[in-house]
């Protein structure tokens, strides 16, 4: 019932930094953990970040990690991305956790791209 719709996405040069927005609509999702994902050219999504409920713990991809932040207040998840690599141009989404693991709530993505 509740989707989730991302955007912030564009293009940005390497070692440079971008802010990606997930926000929420058709209800809430202040007592579920969100996370990022991401689907680079031509390979399958894969996990970037990691969010519970409180703000008080996060996961990161190791290829994301020290570079990528994820934070949330009660509408809107971030990703702020700093120090980019080319390797990071993708498809970004966001999804909330029901439980188990279960993702749900995919926005439509939004494209980065990095210039080498």
């Known amino acids: 019932q509740v989707r989730l719709v991302e955007f912030g996405g564009g293009l940005g040069q390497a070692g440079g930094s971008l802010r990606l927005f997930c926000e929420a609509s058709?209800?809430?999702?202040?007592?579920?953990?969100m996370g990022w994902f991401r689907r680079p050219p031509g390979k399958e999504s894969e996990f970037v970040a990691f969010?519970?409920?409180?703000?008080?713990r996060t996961v990161y991809a190791n290829s994301v990690k020290g570079r990528f932040t994820i934070s949330r207040d009660l509408s809107t998840v971030y990703l702020q991305m700093s120090d980019l690599k080319p390797e990071d141009t993708a498809v970004y989404y966001c999804?909330?956790?029901?439980?188990?693991?279960?993702?749900?709530?995919w926005g439509q993505g939004t494209q980065v791209t990095v210039s080498s």
């Open positions: 969010i519970n409920w409180s703000g008080g």
């Open positions: 058709g209800g809430t999702v202040s007592s579920y953990a």
């Open positions: 999804a909330y956790d029901l439980g188990g693991s279960s993702w749900t709530g």
